[in-house]
């Protein structure tokens, strides 16, 4: 599939990018890094980078404001993206030809070409191994494409610890890491926290109240929420904090907004996805997000996540 899409960047004169809505370091890193390779590459190409600006992700990349007669007779690569309804910036249908390049599990094909791998850690990684595949045709790497996509790596492997970290990440993180960028800076930009959401963080975990069942539920009331000086949005940049919790298996955060009670679902190990679904949601088997309207709806979610997390344990019990 890589030699496909070698050729059809080498065939066409202007290539789009695209990634998904509520980008991470991963759907930045991949778009922006492709983008910086052929731009490496191939300077007579115009290369537009496409979508919503995230304006926490600055640090990574500008992207491009550009006018709908761009997609005539261009080639649309989208990255990161396992559903074309997430795609952000829905003009990406006007190109010529589409591309989809993602590791999430195609349940939802999309595009003339697919290029989806769920083995590899990021997309990120996988565009690192389209430039090496494209080497000797001339793909170039230069140190700003590879803080990109380094950066996407880092990100979605959550600083190498998941298991999706295999030989192939290590492999693309020892090439790239050989680019003269700066390091501790990027990972400043990525993790440090505003002294307020740390504080929230503590006040959170300090009520933290250890459920028999294993799970655990913060509740982020507007009152709270305001006397931090924390927005919605932000909260998630903390949603993973119960994670390294030995007490914890799996845990809720609601979020209250003004017409809505965002639920967020993590777990190490029970499914999570299904109860998810029965509250106007759905997602991942370990990360899901759901909708209540309130507090009393949210009561019943945790007493089904009680009940999830019981199920699970007596079923592991079984088990050993
Ligand atoms: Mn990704």
Not at 78 to 89: G, K, L, P
Not at 118 to 144: D, H, W
Request: with cysteine; hydrophobic share 35%; net charge negative.
């Amino acid at each position: 599939m890589t030699e496909q899409i070698i050729e059809l960047i080498e065939k066409y004169n202007k290539i789009i990018i695209h990634r998904h809505e509520r980008p991470d370091p991963d759907a930045y890193g991949s778009q922006a890094g492709l983008g910086e390779i052929i731009r490496q590459s191939f300077p007579d190409k115009k290369v537009l980078l496409a979508g919503e600006e995230e304006m926490s992700l600055n640090y990574l990349a500008r992207l491009d404001d550009f006018s709908d007669k761009e997609y005539d007779g261009a080639l649309v690569i989208v990255c990161d993206t396992a559903n074309e309804e997430r795609i952000s910036d829905q003009r990406y249908s006007l190109g010529e030809v589409v591309v989809k390049i993602d590791h999430h599990p195609n349940r939802e094909p999309y595009g003339d070409y697919m290029w989806v791998d769920p083995s590899a850690s990021s997309t990120s990684e996988m565009i690192y191994e389209l430039y090496v595949a494209g080497k000797e045709r001339g793909f170039q790497l230069n140190r700003e494409a590879a803080r990109l996509l380094y950066a996407g790596i880092v990100g979605d492997t959550g600083r190498f610890l998941f298991p999706s970290s295999t030989n192939r990440t290590f492999e693309a993180a020892r090439e790239l890491v050989k680019y003269d960028f700066d390091r501790a800076s990027l990972y400043d930009s990525m993790y440090q926290v505003p002294l307020k959401i740390a504080r929230l963080k503590g006040h959170l975990l300090q009520q933290m109240e250890p459920r028999t069942s294993g799970a655990a539920v913060f509740r982020l009331s507007k009152s709270l929420l305001a006397e931090y000086g924390v927005t919605s949005e932000e909260t998630h940049s903390f949603v993973g904090i119960a994670g390294d919790i030995q007490e914890v298996i799996a845990w809720v955060f609601f979020i209250e907004e003004d017409d809505v009670i965002r639920v967020r679902l993590r777990s190490k190990g029970p499914v999570i996805n299904e109860l998810a679904s029965r509250y106007n949601g759905g997602g991942h088997p370990m990360a899901s997000g759901a909708k209540v309207y309130t507090w009393n709806e949210a009561d019943l979610l945790v007493k089904e996540l009680d009940r999830v997390c019981e199920d699970y344990l007596a079923y592991s019990n079984i088990e050993q």
